[in-house]
């Protein structure tokens, strides 16, 4: 059987499972073990005693949220853990009904609730926010998730590495190429496969285009929910002329389906590169304008300085990734550390801040654009030629990929038999977002609140599965 | 200067050509319309938007017609924040178990008539989630739709001119 390297120094012990060091990323199990994924890359692993497993959010609060999923997959339960509420089960009858979820506000006098979702008054995914208010203060805020699941991880086993891709790809739509490329990353490690040169590239090209298309818009989001409409729309066009360019040079605006277990499902289009560098022309030409506006504005200023601070022991707490997590002072970026091609070896820049604000995670976003803009441009530089994928082989193995997505490391853990994919389990960043999420919305303003939601960027999706 | 750019946009032509709806949708529409006895509701129609179990995509197309380069707004067509004040419930999205009873009840708190659109391969027919547990395949599994718009997500130009369709149905009643 092959096995990644990171899966080989996988340690199988009790003690080793309780005595580590570091950030939590992610927390599974599958039928006789559960597995603790620290960072940058180390896997632990404990065999279950009668479909249970030593809890550890005793110690690391960001792994509640993954043993409350543990139990609605699979019913393992974490012993000795803090939280036994469910993460995105419903507990729904055949015709889709189930009570009105009793999340109880805190005593106290003058407390009420507020309940919001899981339909809302705009374009958006659906969520349950029930907040406690006294006044306008939010003293709680508890969510309830699930309303996106369709059952991802169980359409994925038993199909091939190829297939699966499909299902991989739609965990979250706007991380599609990062969850692509996470995926197909942990196939490859499993059947001991290395994509061709020219489709790793393709790939970084993609995933970075991403990465802007999302910080765009991410950033035009803030300033809507801020009340500053001449930066939301400013910056959806920016969003929009990505989305065409990626149209253009990869036949798919959000680029879905386009990475693929082996390589790349297409080549660039005839002309795309010339699309793409005009795009990121326009965009670095635009961008300081939109940045001294942002940066001008004095009403704009007053609602994201100091505003929906996140200290950097509560991103650690989480195991916040991505704008987050650095911009909490977490150094933390999948392409530099466990890294993969074609970072490995690059020199890239990854931006850092401790303010935690919303003006820290907007700035880093609008710093994060231009590095990506300019990666882009070398990647297309030094675009090898060859061929852009190769047929995995029906090989067996277990394998683990990461890509790091605009919020952060997606990591995928799989195990193929003859084939076939027998178990798998896919780690959204959003995982260790919704809950610093719930904790930040206490003490602020109930109307902060969407500017708080835009800022981090936790997707329903990607965890609802 | 802000108010600079802002006079500039309001009087400058459009960034895009405006789209125009498929005659053959039109007609059929307005003939299923006609039937159902619809009445006039004007000319502009506001939509509520209900993810039912999406991944998210269907989500960033239709926030994207509303962006300066394809804006809805200039059809009459906009986004409502309460299902009371819309006309249109559009569903994107697999039937989602943990969605349905929030559907249903978003088209009970519309004002009838309500025209029902299903967005995107997953709302048309269960997309690639088609056959999991967790969902029961299409919207039209939920409610009757009127009109479906396929595509992985479908792309702003071609949600907008499906829209249109309804408009332009809607006028011929």
């Known amino acids: 059987m092959k096995d990644s390297k990171l899966i080989a120094a996988c340690e199988y012990n009790a003690p080793a499972w309780a005595n580590q060091e570091g950030v939590l990323i992610a927390l599974w199990t599958d039928a006789t073990h559960a597995y603790a994924l620290y960072q940058p890359a180390r896997l632990v692993a404990v065999a279950l005693v009668e479909g249970a497993y030593p809890a550890l959010s005793p110690s690391r609060p960001g792994a509640a949220w993954f043993e409350r999923l543990a139990h609605d997959l699979r019913g393992h339960v974490a012993r000795g853990g803090t939280d036994a509420r469910p993460a995105i089960e419903q507990f729904r009858a055949a015709d ?3 009570a009105w979820p009793v999340l109880p506000a805190p005593d106290g006098p003058g407390v009420h609730q507020v309940a919001l979702g899981p339909v809302h008054g705009g374009v958006t995914e659906p969520a349950h926010f029930r907040f406690s208010v006294i006044g306008e203060l939010v003293v709680k805020l508890e969510m309830r998730l699930g309303y996106s699941h369709r059952g991802i991880l169980g359409l994925i086993r038993g199909k091939s590495a190829r297939l699966a891709a499909r299902f991989a790809a739609r965990v979250a739509g706007d991380s599609t ?5 996470a995926f197909a990353q942990a196939a490859e490690a499993a059947l001991g496969i290395a994509p061709p040169p020219r489709a790793v590239q393709l790939r970084a090209i993609m995933a970075e285009l991403e990465r802007c298309a999302n ?3 991410d950033c035009g989001a803030i300033a809507e929910a801020a009340g500053f409409g001449l930066g939301a729309a400013g910056f959806a066009r920016q969003r929009e002329a990505l989305c065409a360019a990626a149209g253009a040079a990869f036949g798919h605006r959000l680029m879905m389906d386009a990475v693929i277990p082996g390589g790349v499902a ?5 002309g795309g590169a010339e699309v793409l560098k005009d795009a990121l022309d326009t965009l670095t030409a635009e961008l300081p304008g939109l940045r001294r506006m942002m940066e001008s504005d004095a009403g704009l200023a007053d609602r994201l300085n100091g505003a929906g601070l996140i200290s950097p022991a509560l991103a650690v707490a989480f195991g916040a990734g991505g704008i987050v997590g650095r911009a909490s002072g977490q150094r933390a970026d999948a392409r530099i550390s466990p890294g993969y091609a074609p970072y490995t070896g690059m020199e890239v820049k990854v931006p850092v801040t401790a303010e935690g604000d919303h003006a820290a995670r907007l700035l880093l976003r609008l710093a994060e654009l231009e590095i990506s803009a300019g990666l882009i441009r070398g990647f297309l530089q030094t675009l090898p030629d060859g061929p852009i994928a190769l047929p995995p082989p029906a090989g067996s193995g277990a394998g683990l990929g990461v890509a790091e997505s605009c ?29 610093l999420l719930e904790i930040a919305a206490a003490g602020g303003d109930l109307a902060e609140f969407p500017l708080l939601a835009c800022s981090i960027n936790a997707s329903p999706a990607g965890v609802d599965l | 200067m802000a108010w600079r750019r802002l006079i500039r946009h309001l009087v400058s032509a459009p960034a895009a050509g405006a789209a125009a709806a498929d005659p053959g949708a039109v007609a059929a529409m307005a003939e299923r319309l006609r039937s159902a006895g619809m009445r006039r509701l004007g000319r502009s129609l506001a939509i509520l938007h209900v993810a039912a179990g999406s991944c998210g995509g269907c989500e960033l197309e239709l926030r994207a017609t509303g962006n300066l380069i394809h804006d809805l707004g200039q059809y009459g067509l906009s986004f409502a924040a309460s299902p009371r004040h819309a006309d249109v419930l559009l569903i994107t999205g697999v039937a989602g178990r943990n969605m349905l009873e929030a559907v249903r009840e978003a088209r009970a708190a519309m004002p009838d ?6 967005l995107g391969d997953c709302a048309v027919d269960g997309g690639v989630f088609k ?7 299409g919207a039209d599994r939920i409610l009757p739709v009127d009109l479906m718009i396929p595509g992985c997500p479908p792309d702003p130009a071609r949600i907008i001119e499906a829209l249109l369709a309804v408009l332009a149905a809607h006028d011929g009643v």
Not at chain 1, 177 to 181: D, F, G, K, N, T
Not at chain 1, 418 to 435: K, N, Q, T
Not at chain 2, 131 to 137: C, Q, T, V
Request: hydrophobic share 55%; proline share 7%; glycine share 10%.
């Open chain 2, 113 to 118: 008539p309500v025209f029902v659109i299903a």
């Open chain 1, 177 to 181: 190429v990062a969850h692509s490329l």
């Open chain 1, 96 to 98: 889709g009904t189930a």
């Open chain 2, 131 to 137: 056959g999991a547990a967790a969902n029961i395949g």
């Open chain 1, 215 to 217: 910080h765009a818009g």
């Open chain 1, 266 to 270: 297409e080549d660039l289009r005839e």
């Open chain 1, 407 to 435: 919020r952060g490391p997606v990591w995928v853990w799989l195990t193929i038999n003859a084939g076939l994919i027998e178990d798998v389990f896919i780690a959204d960043p959003s995982a260790r977002l919704w809950p």
